[in-house]
């Protein structure tokens, strides 16, 4: 079966660029989840989508940060005019629902931005 | 803060021996995770267990919680080569749970 994919796999961008990442979360799952993780870092937690509610976006770093989710089917990071500290590798999970932290979260391969 | 903290940062093992790390945290919790990172397959949910759970099982390893200490540990036994990679513990509360926060994890290496 599918699980989440994220494009493209790696990005190599201009400082004052704007880059576009995509994430297919698993069919049937509600719930999509952007993160960041810096080199030999954790994850830093972006921002969250659940069905139709309200994402919750209190995550994201800066307003050049911003995130789309269509549905219940493919969302898009878009960060503008890219900075050196953006370069991190941009991972998507997506689960069943988000019910209180007991949802397994399945996540993709990650984008590896590099901003030079 | 609801990060966790992993501790030994690294940790080098024979393969078959056991692995030992440990997961602090701050904050009171509903549950907490471990996830596994390693460059082939990604990151990877290993096992969940609840605040009202002391230890659980699944396969190789061994989860312990202790919330009067905010720890847990993950055991890993008998080890092998495949097991290596970055561990991290993801505590999660029941407001916002469904953020995972992880700390810088522990790396294990298993030698052949």
């Known amino acids: 079966g599918a699980g989440v994919s994220q494009s493209p796999s790696n990005k190599v961008t201009e400082k004052g660029k704007d880059v576009e990442l995509r994430c297919d979360p698993i069919s049937g799952h509600t719930a999509l989840y952007w993160y960041r993780q810096r080199l030999g870092q954790g994850l830093e937690f972006l921002i969250y989508f659940q069905g139709n509610s309200a994402p919750d976006k209190s995550g994201l770093p800066s307003d050049r940060f911003s995130a789309e989710r269509t549905g219940e089917s493919v969302s898009t990071l878009t960060i503008q005019r890219t900075q050196q500290e953006d370069s991190a590798v941009y991972l998507c999970a997506s689960s069943l629902r988000a019910s209180g932290g007991q949802e397994t979260q399945y996540f993709g391969p990650g984008t590896r931005l590099l901003v030079l | 803060s609801q990060q966790g903290e992993e501790d030994p940062q690294a940790l080098s093992i024979q393969e078959g021996e056991n692995a030992t790390m440990n997961c602090s945290y701050k904050?009171?919790?509903?549950?907490l995770q471990w996830y596994r990172q390693n460059s082939g397959r990604g990151l990877v949910h290993l096992i969940l267990?609840?605040?009202?759970?002391r230890e659980k099982h699944s396969g190789r390893l061994r989860v312990t919680l202790d919330t009067s200490k905010k720890s847990s540990s993950l055991l890993i036994t008998a080890s092998r080569a495949a097991d290596t990679a970055s561990y991290f513990c993801?505590?999660?509360?029941?407001?916002?749970?469904?953020?995972?926060?992880f700390g810088s994890g522990t790396r294990l290496l298993v030698r052949p």
């Open positions: 267990i609840r605040s009202n759970e």
């Open positions: 993801a505590p999660a509360r029941g407001d916002s749970s469904y953020k995972l926060i």
């Open positions: 904050t009171s919790i509903n549950n």
